[in-house]
């Protein structure tokens, strides 16, 4: 408790700032969701304040994400279509899915797995990272079009037939479930049919034309329909957003743009009576549990998305442990990964009782918790307050909100969330893979087919999908350079033989390093420890990487970042049997000879020793 009262100001300035910033995002996320905007907000609060109370990271401020809301939007556009379109009878389903996937993260942070999600190959992540951008703007394109497939009614029109057919499907469902379906005698089927209404069947069609337009195929299948249907004045107020958030953050990045955005477009909308279309309302009063969870509890309807909230809590884990490393990067200190999990579970539990979509930690929230001078648990839970504070106030105001204006934020979202270091690396990765006449980047190819079926298939498989061809294609690798170099074994970190006469009084200067392994996907974490190691009496490293026969696209940039801190602390490295493999990598984006020039690779240790002999004498 001492602790967590030692940064008062600070965290409370840091916590109020992330508060306003998380406020668009989670009533966008909570539209996007399909939940409307107050569980996006719900979740915003709850997930923010008991993350921060019971999580392993001081400065992380947690909240629904890109990802996280991308996998929520599937699952809960699946659970309300088998719930006849009705949003209120599937309710209970959903939210008891994303309690299991709150659950399930306290069980994986309880069993110690937080340490294994650094396995997670970077193109896998980058394909996941990049195929969630994709879809956040095919999206919310037609929102921000003002095109709503739902009110088409020519489009719906077109799933009368089909509607008919689901209507007495579900009719013959009811009478086999009752006992009463007799095949030679359809009375009582032909008098339930006719009690069917043209308003039911109306509104089945709507729900089949909504989830025809659904997801990103959808989005693009309605694309044509929703040209020919523009709302003209939904299409400035998206526009109008999207270029104030770019334009604003050139003037000054004090203020969050999203936040200048959302106040100057929704001013605009009302002040000016606009006939625009808001958002869902938000009701006023504290946010109340959902008891329905437990009073209509079923196994036998949970049961088809176990693996679905289990995809949810990963994700979550992941998402919330990348940031925490962010965190870790900018505040110097070491975050508990198995203590941030369970903080995660009991956000996410919580948050699905009251209602709220699931989330995770939220990197640009924490980043601006961070730099606004938060630095314990306390920004954390003032952040969840902020946001319960302004719910109780402005509920009512928020209501007002045009939708184009969430739209339009979701879209810089979805920009904003690809990997475009990835994207842009595609061009220089070596080229270690033949199908048919092509040759091919096999990290290439890894991150493509994850971003494809992503995109358009489906979010959960495509991972499990890229994590084994990244796993094959990683035991192929290592298992061709086990071949060729097959003396390889394990060595204790110790002085080489050539190293044994190294002179003492360079010792307090130089430090030397041994790399005995590839530097992949899962070996990153233990390498990004190593400026840790490095001693402050340190002038220069020199790098042993005769035995570093293979690097990836994970422990390439492991490598800049690693360089980048020995640089920011004026430390020199040098490289002493680098091979061809890896120097190949390091070329292709500029560490050679950007960070390492030419004069700092040497073949032998002995010329090595030789240079920084010369060197250090020069100094003094």
């Not at 998206?238 to 958030?245: D, E, N, S």
């Not at 969870?293 to 088809?304: A, E, G, R, Y």
């Not at 080229?431 to 959960?460: C, Q, R, Y």
């Not at 402050?536 to 490598?559: E, F, H, K, N, P």
Request: net charge neutral; hydrophobic share 50%; proline share 5%.
């Amino acid at each position: 408790m001492k602790n967590l009262f030692s940064n008062i100001k600070g965290d409370a300035f840091g916590g109020i700032t992330a508060g306003i910033v998380a406020l668009p995002l989670a009533l966008a996320f909570g539209v996007s969701s399909g939940l409307g905007p107050t569980a996006g907000l719900y979740g915003a609060i709850f997930i923010s304040f008991f993350a921060a109370l019971f999580g392993g990271t001081n400065t992380q401020i947690s909240g629904p994400t890109a990802p996280m809301t991308a996998v929520s939007m599937v699952v809960i556009a699946g659970i309300i279509a088998t719930n006849d379109g009705d949003v209120n009878k599937a309710l209970p389903v959903i939210l008891t899915v994303f309690l299991l996937a709150g659950l399930m993260q306290i069980g994986l942070g309880a069993l110690g797995l937080g340490k294994y999600i650094r396995y997670i190959p970077y193109p896998v992540v980058s394909g996941f990272m990049t195929a969630i951008g994709v879809i956040i703007l095919l999206t919310q394109i037609l929102p921000s079009l003002g095109y709503y497939p739902k009110e088409d009614m020519e489009f719906v029109s077109q799933f009368k037939p089909q509607a008919e057919e689901v209507i007495l499907e579900n009719i013959l469902k009811e009478e086999a479930g009752e006992g009463i379906l007799v095949l030679e005698d359809f009375k009582e089927t032909i008098a339930r049919a006719d009690e069917v209404s043209q308003d039911a069947i109306l509104k089945e069609s709507q729900t089949l034309a909504a989830k025809e337009a659904s997801g990103a195929l959808g989005a693009i299948k309605a694309f044509p329909r929703a040209l020919q249907n523009i709302n003209w004045l939904e299409l400035i107020l998206a526009l109008g957003t999207i270029f104030i958030i770019y334009g604003f953050k050139r003037i000054t990045k004090a203020v969050p743009s999203t936040l200048v955005a959302l106040i100057v477009m929704s001013g605009i909308a009302v002040g000016f009576g606009l006939d625009y279309r808001p958002i869902e309302e938000i009701p006023s009063g504290l946010p109340i549990p959902n008891l329905e969870i437990f009073t209509t509890f079923n196994l036998s309807s949970i049961t088809p998305y176990i693996f679905t909230a289990l995809t949810l809590a990963l994700l979550g884990a992941i998402d919330s442990l990348l940031t925490s490393v962010v965190a870790d990067n900018m505040t110097k200190t070491k975050h508990k990964p198995n203590k941030e999990l369970v903080g995660q579970g009991i956000g996410n539990s919580i948050a699905a009782v009251f209602g709220g979509i699931p989330g995770a930690g939220a990197t640009i929230r924490t980043v601006v918790n961070i730099t606004s001078g938060g630095k314990t648990k306390l920004s954390g839970m003032i952040a969840g307050v902020m946001l319960l504070i302004i719910l109780l106030g402005l509920g009512p105001v928020a209501s007002q909100i045009p939708a184009a204006v969430l739209a339009g934020i979701l879209i810089t979202v979805g920009i904003g969330v690809m990997d475009y270091k990835g994207l842009k690396a595609i061009p220089s990765l070596p080229k270690d893979m033949k199908l048919g006449p092509l040759k091919l980047s096999s990290e290439v190819v890894i991150m493509l087919i994850v971003l494809l079926l992503s995109t358009f298939w489906n979010l959960v498989y495509a991972v499990g999908i890229g994590l084994v061809i990244a796993s094959l294609m990683f035991m192929k690798k290592i298992g061709d350079l086990t071949a060729i170099r097959s003396d390889v074994k394990t060595l204790k970190e110790e002085a080489w033989k050539d190293e044994i006469d190294f002179p003492e009084y360079l010792k307090e200067e130089v430090f030397i390093k041994h790399l005995k392994g590839p530097l992949f996907f899962g070996s990153t974490s233990e390498f990004q420890q190593l400026t840790l190691q490095i001693p402050d009496t340190a002038s220069y490293v020199i790098m042993r990487l005769g035995r570093m026969q293979y690097m990836d696209q994970s422990g390439l940039y492991a490598m800049e970042d690693m360089l980048q801190d020995l640089k920011k602390k004026e430390i020199e490295v040098l490289f002493v049997g680098l091979l061809k493999q890896p120097r190949y990598m390091m070329e292709r984006i500029d560490i050679i000879p950007d960070f390492i020039p030419e004069e700092h690779i040497f073949t032998k240790f002995d010329s090595c020793v030789k240079w920084i002999k010369q060197h250090v004498n020069d100094k003094h």
